[in-house]
């Protein structure tokens, strides 16, 4: 595969860094250190566009927090002018990621999502009686940055930008070498392509006639149950000895029985949502109703999130399940 090179001269433009700046502010327009930053955006701008073509780079300006949704998860979020800069990366060096992915790849990816991944494996399920699911331990504490880097080095050609490549990733670790921040777009992307090394294992090598991943949950489907038994030996041995990662659980069962996967719970001709989405909906809904009762929230905040809340309950079939929500909450 041809490698990608000379791609700095369009990450530091001043047209790609203030595309950058504007997709980096999104939603955070009145964030003191946003208005700090616009305040001297081009000086700002040229000391990145400096720092970009020399490969010097600033990275590792993190802060910690932890969210409770759907499970405990420690995100690690950059300052924002690294936020910036991982924008004016990925703006160039997206579709470069981009080939690498194959069909059936469906997080953080534009034109997939949650959404097309539920309506491929509703597919799936009503065309095989088998399915083996697969989540990794701890993917993003797990990956390693040797591996990383030397998939990057495949992927381009360019010095300076695979410097700046091993800056970011040698700024975060869990254990010595191993380890990339939940929270960062860069993330997103060295997460995506990592396990692209078991997207093309797992189709090309191993032949699966339907297999899909969001991020690091993925599914093989057959008819044979023998079949998908061999698949997943071999698709645990390829995880522990290419990517040094270990598998947390691994469910082999009917289709008949229900997939759980991406909040849902899919059977081959209905979709419920999962245990842990029906909690989710009930505690969001019961807090936006309050935040509104209370004055906190105008009735326009509270249809903007109630709204989006229900897009993804929507998706299944919920009726029922959302009335008695919304009865339980008005009494």
């Known amino acids: 595969m ?3 090179g000379n791609l700095i001269p369009q990450i530091s433009c001043f047209d790609n860094l203030y595309l950058a700046y504007f997709k980096a502010k999104k939603g955070k327009e009145h964030q003191p250190t946003v208005v700090e930053y616009s305040k001297n955006l081009d000086e700002n701008l040229t000391i990145l566009q400096r ?5 010097n780079v600033s990275v590792g300006n993190y802060h910690y927090f932890t969210i409770y949704d759907p499970k405990e998860r420690q995100i690690c979020a950059a300052d924002f002018n690294e936020r910036v800069l991982h924008h004016a990366l ?18 953080t990816r534009i034109g997939k999502g949650t959404y097309k991944a539920l309506e491929r494996a509703k597919r799936f ?4 009686q088998w399915y083996f699911k697969f989540d990794v331990r701890k993917y993003f504490d797990s990956i390693s940055h040797c591996i990383l880097q030397k998939m990057l080095e495949r992927k381009f050609k360019d010095e300076v930008l695979l410097g700046i ?3 970011i990733i040698n ?3 869990t254990k010595t070498g191993q380890g990339v921040p939940i929270g960062n777009l860069t993330s997103q992307y060295f997460a995506n392509h990592y396990l692209g090394l078991l997207d093309h294992y797992v189709t090309s090598q191993l032949h699966s006639p339907a297999y899909i991943r969001y991020t690091d949950d993925f599914i ?4 044979n149950k023998d079949i998908l038994k061999e698949t997943g030996k071999k698709i645990t041995i390829f995880l522990e000895e290419q990517l040094g990662l270990c598998l947390k659980t691994a469910d082999l069962n009917r ?4 997939l759980t996967f991406v909040g849902y719970l899919i059977f081959p001709e209905k979709t419920h949502l999962a245990a842990r989405s029906r909690k989710r909906y009930q505690h969001k809904m019961k807090e936006f109703t309050g935040l509104l009762e209370t004055g906190i929230w105008s009735q326009s905040e509270f249809q903007h999130h109630a709204l989006a809340l229900n897009a993804f309950v929507f998706h299944a079939d919920s009726l029922y399940f959302r009335k008695k929500v919304l009865c339980n909450i008005g009494q």
């Open 255 to 258: 289709c008949s029985k229900g």
């Open 165 to 167: 490549f091993d800056r």
């Open 125 to 128: 399920q009503k065309e095989y």
């Open 90 to 107: 990925m703006n160039v060096c997206h579709p470069c990621f981009e080939k690498y992915q194959i069909f059936d790849s469906y997080a």
């Open 171 to 173: 700024s975060y670790h």
């Open 220 to 223: 093989i489907w057959h008819n």
């Open 2 to 4: 041809k490698r990608a």
């Open 51 to 55: 720092q970009i073509i020399t490969g």
